[in-house]
């Protein structure tokens, strides 16, 4: 499946909504940040209400935020499909699950390319969803990271021992070069897709690519 993120869009974010919600993708990456757990800062609820006006695809919303709390109050408003936040912000790992799922999300937790994957261990059985991060958080456009392979690869090797049902989903420089390097189930695409002429065109193409 493909999750598109308008981050790295040059078209205005409206626009590219638009020429997303005309193509196949599965569902419409929302990166939320607060220039805190990351350097950047993207919307706040009241913009990313305006902005999603018209869309009808699913939401997959990635919280790169040190507040999760308040932000998860503000994003299920929109009804989303999951909510993923980084085990790196938080101690109570936990507590957000909980909190999520009570609200009615799936959750996820993401991890940057620093982390060890096996520190995702203790909520494997719980999660929805595991994002693996293939580029520093923060910034669209940036290359792919080969050691997100090996996390995935475990993320999959335990799935299978365990008979886990969390879905496996990879975020950062996913493009037709690097879509087949990894065995997830969601790839988040942004710049492959805003940066190219023809945005269904991209993702049928992406769609081919996918093991």
């Keep these: 499946m493909l999750s598109a993120s ?3 869009a040059k078209d205005d974010f409206k626009m590219s909504i638009d ?3 005309h193509t196949n993708i599965d569902y419409l990456h929302l990166d939320i940040m607060d220039g805190l757990f990351v350097n950047n800062k993207t919307w706040d609820i009241s913009e990313m209400q305006e902005l999603l006006r018209n869309n009808h695809k699913p939401l997959d919303v990635h919280l790169m935020v040190n507040d999760i709390e308040n932000y998860i109050c503000d994003y ?3 009804n989303p499909e999951y909510i993923t936040f980084h085990l790196e912000a938080t101690s109570n790992p936990l507590d957000i699950i909980n909190k999520i799922k009570k609200m009615g999300s799936k959750v996820g937790i993401a991890i940057k390319p620093s982390t060890d994957v096996e520190k995702l261990k203790p909520y494997l059985a719980i999660l929805d969803l595991v994002l693996i991060m293939s580029v520093e958080p923060g910034m ?5 990271l080969n050691n997100s392979i090996y996390k995935v690869n ?3 090797e335990q799935k299978e021992k365990e008979h886990y049902q969390y879905l496996i989903s990879i975020d950062g420089g996913i493009n037709l070069d690097t879509i087949n390097l990894v065995d997830c189930d969601i790839f988040v695409v942004g710049s492959a897709i805003t940066n ?3 945005y269904e ?7 081919n690519y996918e093991k």
């Design 140 to 144: 669209g456009g940036q290359s792919f």
């Design 76 to 78: 299920e408003q929109l």
């Design 196 to 198: 190219s002429f023809n």
């Design 201 to 207: 065109e991209m993702v049928n193409k992406l769609k």
């Design 154 to 156: 475990y993320l999959r």
């Design 19 to 21: 020429k997303l919600n």
């Design 6 to 8: 308008f981050l790295s």
